[in-house]
C-alpha cells in the first residue's frame, strides 16, 4: 500500500478560486461543485490561498449582519496553504490527516503549480479499495 501515490487518486478537475473573486461567488462555485473548499490559484496556476466553505460561513454571517457583501477571496482566504506532491503515499497522506485539520488538499508540482486536490474519502477509497484487494488475495 505503501507505493499507493496521491496522483493516483486526486481529483484532476477540483474547485478553484482567484483572490479578486467575490465570496458570493465563490460560494456558489462551491456549491455547485459540491466540494467543501479549493484552492486560489493566480494567473500561471500557482496556489496562493485556499478557501473552504468554513471561511465562507463566517464571512456570510458578518455580511447579513452589517448587509454588505462586498468581501473578496483575498479577504479571508488561507494563506498557509498546507499542500500534498503527487508523488506522496497515501498512507503518509492518511498518517497526515490524522493530524492535521484540512479535509481537502491541493496537489501541486515542486514549483506550487495545482495539479488536483485530494480530499478525505478519496484517501479512505484508495485504502479501502487496498484493503479489499488484499483480503480477496489472502483468502
Not at 493516483?8 to 462551491?30: I, Q
Not at 497522506?93 to 474519502?121: F, W
Request: charged residues 25%; contains cysteine.
Amino acid at each position: 500500500m505503501e507505493s499507493l501515490q496521491v496522483s493516483d487518486y486526486m481529483n484532476l478537475r477540483p474547485v478553484t478560486f482567484t483572490h479578486t473573486l467575490s465570496v458570493a461567488e465563490a460560494v456558489e462555485r462551491l456549491l455547485q461543485s459540491k466540494q467543501t473548499g479549493g484552492p486560489v490559484v493566480d494567473q500561471k496556476n500557482k496556489v496562493i490561498g485556499f478557501l473552504s466553505e468554513q471561511d465562507c460561513i463566517v464571512q456570510m454571517i458578518e455580511s447579513s449582519y452589517y448587509r454588505e457583501q462586498v468581501a473578496q477571496v483575498k479577504d479571508i482566504m488561507k494563506t498557509e496553504v498546507i499542500s500534498v506532491k503527487p508523488y506522496t503515499s497515501v498512507i503518509e497522506l492518511a498518517h497526515k490527516m490524522m493530524v492535521e485539520k484540512p479535509k481537502v488538499y491541493p496537489v501541486v508540482d515542486d514549483d506550487g503549480y495545482l495539479l488536483g486536490t485530494i480530499n478525505r474519502s478519496s484517501l479512505l477509497h484508495a485504502i479501502d479499495l487496498q484493503l479489499n484487494d488484499g483480503y480477496k488475495r489472502a483468502s
